[in-house]
């Protein structure tokens, strides 16, 4: 989730918070109805959504006009919630069929969409399985990323939240808790994650903010520090994904009295 289009010529103790303007790039398609993740890869120009459960299983791939260009049907792989993409060096798309919103879901699937700028017929699709620790209860997850072999999938709750991690391998896998954590303020569910392209930086969003983690060691995301980076706008966003490393690239669902966008967001103003 952290590549470039060309297409577009924490301490825990310290936490800052600053407000920032989100920028309309494009409208996404009406036919679209409930967009839930954006994606940009290292082999195409083009930015890639999905819808979530009660949707088609369709994978599309929009222009910067919100157009789209490739429309790849995923078949015979259902839609029970996609919530997410991400992707690797490689420019190939990862699917988070994880929305839980029951909390009754025990296997989990991650589809891995083999170099979707190339498919013109039958998609190469592969499918990584998870049940999570036999300790854990059933949780909802929205958001995650690849980095370093792992995926990294972030729980959405109000509370305590979950942090697990999956290798990226085909099969069955039963995934590790890798923290437990808490983000103090009034919206916090987490909906969508990204990582930077130098591992740097993740963001991790939620309807009105994004929450930008820095100055960490490895993979430990939440022991450096920590920023709240506030819209002057409140929607459902559900996608988020790198357009460069101090710019993110945000969508949300439409709502009864506005249209769904491609938002431009500026990290380096805050």
Request: aromatic share 10%; hydrophobic share 35%.
């Amino acid at each position: 989730m952290s590549h470039l289009p060309k297409l577009f010529a924490l301490s825990f103790m310290l936490v800052c918070c600053t407000t920032s303007k989100l920028e309309v790039i494009a409208d996404l398609p009406h036919n679209l109805n409930e967009v839930s993740a954006i994606e940009t890869t290292t082999q195409s120009e083009l930015l890639w959504v999905i819808e979530d459960s009660g949707n088609k299983n369709n994978l599309y791939g929009l222009d910067g006009l919100g157009n789209i260009i490739k429309n790849i049907d995923l078949k015979p792989y259902g839609n029970v919630d996609w919530e997410d993409l991400t992707s690797d060096k490689e420019g190939n798309i990862y699917i988070g069929d994880f929305g839980n919103n029951s909390k009754k879901r025990k296997e989990f699937t991650i589809l891995k969409v083999k170099a979707p700028h190339k498919i013109e017929n039958n998609p190469e699709i592969g499918s990584i399985q998870f049940r999570l620790p036999k300790d854990m209860k059933s949780q909802d997850f929205e958001a995650f990323f690849l980095s370093d072999g792992l995926f990294y999938i972030f729980s959405k709750a109000y509370g305590k939240c979950y942090l697990i991690t999956v290798p990226n391998s085909p099969g069955k896998h039963t995934a590790t808790l890798k923290k437990e954590f808490k983000l103090d303020s009034k919206r916090n569910r987490i909906t969508s994650a990204d990582i930077s392209d130098d591992g740097q930086t993740v963001v991790l969003l939620n309807h009105d903010k994004v929450w930008k983690l820095t100055d960490y060691i490895d993979d430990n995301f939440f022991d450096g520090e920590r920023k709240q980076l506030k819209f002057h706008h409140l929607s459902q966003k559900e996608g988020v994904c790198f357009k460069s490393k101090n710019q993110l690239l945000i969508t949300d669902e439409r709502g009864r009295s506005r249209d769904s966008n491609i938002y431009l967001f500026n990290m380096d103003t805050n």
